[in-house]
């Protein structure tokens, strides 16, 4: 029988287990899923267990950490410097399959325009990045004690990625703002279970928005989300990116393929079991 896990900390309400425990049956594969919760100064000495395995995922805070283990990194690894899926075939490959996850939870909407990403850590990283390389003009709105990350960032983008333009803006500016934007991108916490009253920005600024995709997936309906649909935007869930992004892992494992209508339900079984759990 294969054995993976997750590895991170803490890992308390992780949804890894209920989602791969689904796409073990999906893909009619035996195998085992551990909860390593294992605290910052036990990870190193994990590593030989971690290397009996078949593969497993990584989270926060192991995200970076676990680069110099792993002996061969993937494209998307080495572009945003964090692995969330080894595969401990030939010593150990590490990716990044949430930009996989993001592109494909997106619904078929462009990635064009003027975008706004609301942060700018490691996600809002991603998602910035992976907007200018699709060809958007990206504006990223942070906190003022966030600004040089963020300078710094858009730095990167424009050295990294040809014809990328990128600005920074506080997001307590946005209001007074007039421009338009084809997607707003939350990459903050702001609004996660369970502060749900949170929201990342002023809700003035929805109406200037066509789209919105949240990253949070619990609760699966944000703060956010709501006051966007109430302003007329298309809304797009974290529940849809958390699922694909899991997805890619069984395929770098062992080749899994499924199909577009079984990883749609599986979105929604999850989405159902994040709300009883809230309820």
């Not at 395995?53 to 995200?63: A, E, M, Q, S, W």
């Not at 990206?138 to 600005?167: H, N, W």
């Not at 944000?222 to 958390?242: H, N, S």
């Amino acid at each position: 029988m294969k054995r993976f896990a997750i590895l991170g900390y803490p890992l308390g309400h992780t949804m890894s287990p209920p989602i791969h425990k689904r796409l073990f049956e999906l893909g009619g594969q035996q195998a085992e899923y551990e909860v390593l919760q294992t605290q910052p100064d036990q990870f190193e000495a994990l590593w030989p267990y971690l290397r009996q395995l078949d593969g497993f995922n990584v989270t926060i805070p192991y995200k970076q950490q676990i680069i110099p283990f792993c002996a061969q990194l993937d494209d998307t690894a080495k572009r945003y410097g964090a692995v969330n899926v080894v595969d401990c075939k030939n010593g150990g490959v590490g990716y990044n399959t949430d930009c996989v996850g993001f592109l494909r939870s997106l619904e078929g909407i462009p990635l064009k325009g003027e975008v706004l990403v609301a942060g700018a850590g490691g996600v809002g990283r991603m998602f910035a990045i992976e907007s200018a390389r699709h060809g958007a003009r990206v504006t990223l709105a942070v906190r003022q004690s966030s600004i040089e990350r963020a300078l710094e960032l858009q730095r990167e983008m424009e050295r990294e990625i040809p014809g990328a333009a990128a600005r920074v803006v506080t997001l307590d500016s946005l209001p007074q703002e007039e421009a338009r934007y084809r997607w707003l991108i939350n990459a903050t916490p702001a609004g996660m279970y369970p502060k749900v009253d949170d929201m990342p920005l002023d809700p003035s600024v929805l109406p200037r928005c066509e789209n919105v995709f949240e990253a949070i997936y619990n609760p699966v309906q944000t703060k956010l989300m709501r006051l966007a649909q109430q302003a007329g935007c298309r809304v797009i869930g974290g529940m849809a990116m958390l699922v694909w992004q899991a997805v890619q892992a069984p395929q770098y494992w062992y080749g899994a393929q499924y199909r577009e209508e079984d990883i749609a339900a599986l979105i929604r079984e999850m989405e159902k079991q994040v709300e009883g759990a809230d309820g």
